[in-house]
């Protein structure tokens, strides 16, 4: 009893003892703190702690923000960048530009983060954290990897509203490169919205990585703008068994909606799911109201889906698929798939393809084909549907199947991807609900009205 009576005093004394209070610190000429590692040395942050940068200021690289800075659920640490004269706080250089070492719940935005040659800067944003969300960042010129996350301690990560350009080397390397830890932060995410990836090649090498490598438990790929692959756009697969994580540990799913992707390196495939070679994701795949183009001075006969490892199923609804020039387009290559259940699982609907084009799935259902999608400007990149085109109200409501199902799966897409231009966060253009859905990733407004960027209809 005497025990118990201590147990209820005690709980009753931190009741009321007052919550500590959140603090903001300041970094930049004339602060307490010049730089941001000697904060992070000398003070341990805690959740609803801001450290507000000055911007117009180049700082050093080699940051790390440790365990003992993290936030907590709803109430995470905020680095924020001060733009100054237009200008946001550089951090440049070093091995690891930023690292989020088992930080978790952490906001980091308006901030550039820029490689360094000299350096050999390996990754410029390392990530083995949970709950991170990089918000409204400019990522560039990073020699190695843009933004990698590790195959251990790696929970969560949202990038929004951010640019990674000019990144990645060689076949390893890649402007983004991500992992979770499946045993450690089950039920991850990677979240991609709203954002730009262009360029996987750092300077004129003649070497690059994919646009986006992700061994994810689950990717959220939403609303941006991809462009400028040296070899694949998008490469979703499984964990590397090397990392630690077995490849049953969980089955990983993949959600592509609404994006822009613009594949225009001589590597002869653009999209490759299920594996590498080294890790199979046996997941699930849904790609829906994308627009890809594919440009290439070699009139070469690209693939379009490398179906690669373990796999359970693809689904494609309502994406227009245009290959510029006179050849046309491989649309599946599943030669190297290992199909879970040993049956091939590719469905579709209401998909856009150029009139010609070869390996079509049997299993798509109300294809349309045709030489011109009808876009209101493609040399210019304006892939908006003009008036006529093919596209407008021919897509249908890119019904899941039994079988094909992944949880929280995005439609109708409420939004219209970048037009190739970083937006302030939270400006994203509304895509109108205008009667039956436009295939791809822009929906025309009604006739005469205006697009929501304010272009004219």
């Known amino acids: 009893m005497a025990t118990r009576s201590l147990l209820i005093l005690a ?28 904060l992070f040395d000398a003070v341990d942050l805690g959740p609803g702690d801001v450290v ?9 690289g080699n940051v790390i923000l440790r365990q ?84 251990n301690d790696s929970g969560s990560l949202t990038v929004e509203y951010s640019e990674i350009r000019n990144s ?5 390397e890649h402007a983004i490169y991500m992992a979770t830890d499946e045993l450690l932060y089950p039920g991850s995410v990677f979240r991609l919205q709203h954002s730009i990836v262009r ?21 959220e790929i939403h609303y941006n703008w991809l462009q400028g692959a040296y070899y694949h756009s998008l490469e979703l697969i499984g964990p590397d068994p090397a990392g630690g994580v077995p490849a049953n540990a969980a089955r990983e799913d993949s959600d592509v ?28 795949y849904r790609f829906v109201n994308n627009t890809v183009i594919r440009r290439n001075p070699n009139n070469d006969t690209p693939t379009l889906f490398r179906l690669f490892s373990g796999i359970e ?15 046309n387009w491989r649309v599946i290559r599943e030669v190297e798939a290992e199909w879970i259940g040993g049956v091939s699982r590719i469905r579709g609907s209401r998909n856009w393809v150029d009139a010609g084009s070869t390996f079509l799935p049997p299993t798509w259902t109300d294809t349309a084909t045709g030489t011109d999608p009808g876009f209101t400007n493609a040399a210019g990149n304006d892939f908006r549907p003009a008036l006529g085109s093919p596209l407008l109200n021919a897509g249908g409501p890119a019904t899941t199947a039994s ?26 253009a509304p895509r109108p609900a205008n009667g039956v859905i436009d295939i791809g990733a822009f929906e025309r407004p009604v006739d005469g009205g205006l697009f929501a960027n304010g272009f004219e209809g």
């Open 68 to 151: 003992a800075d993290g936030g907590a659920p709803g109430n995470p640490v905020v680095l924020r960048g001060l733009r100054v004269n237009a200008q946001r706080p550089i951090l440049l250089g070093g091995i690891n530009t930023i690292e989020f070492r088992l930080a978790n719940h952490v906001v980091f935005e308006g901030f550039e983060v820029v490689g360094s040659v000299a350096d050999d800067t390996f990754r410029c944003i390392y990530h083995h954290s949970h709950d991170v969300v990089i918000r409204d960042v400019l990522v560039r010129d990073c020699p190695r990897h843009g933004i990698l996350g590790a195959d």
């Open 199 to 219: 360029d996987s090649l750092f300077g004129d090498t003649g070497e690059g990585g994919n646009l986006i490598k992700s061994r994810a438990e689950r990717n």
């Open 168 to 172: 990645g080397r060689g076949g390893r």
């Open 403 to 428: 079988g094909y199902e992944i949880s929280n799966a995005l439609y109708p897409p409420t939004l219209h991807p970048s037009s190739g231009l970083l937006q302030t966060p939270g400006t994203a």
């Open 257 to 284: 909606v609404g994006n822009v992707i613009i594949h225009d390196s001589a590597f002869g495939s653009v999209l490759r799911f299920g594996g590498d070679g080294t890790g199979a994701s046996n997941g699930r």
């Open 313 to 327: 199923s693809v689904e494609m609804h309502n994406n227009v698929f245009l290959r510029e020039g006179s050849a």
């Open 11 to 38: 709980g009753a004394l931190l009741a009321a003892a007052p919550a500590l209070q959140a603090a903001t610190y300041q970094v930049g000429p004339g602060r307490q703190y010049v730089q941001l590692q000697p």
């Open 52 to 60: 507000e940068v000055d911007g117009g200021v180049t700082y050093p």
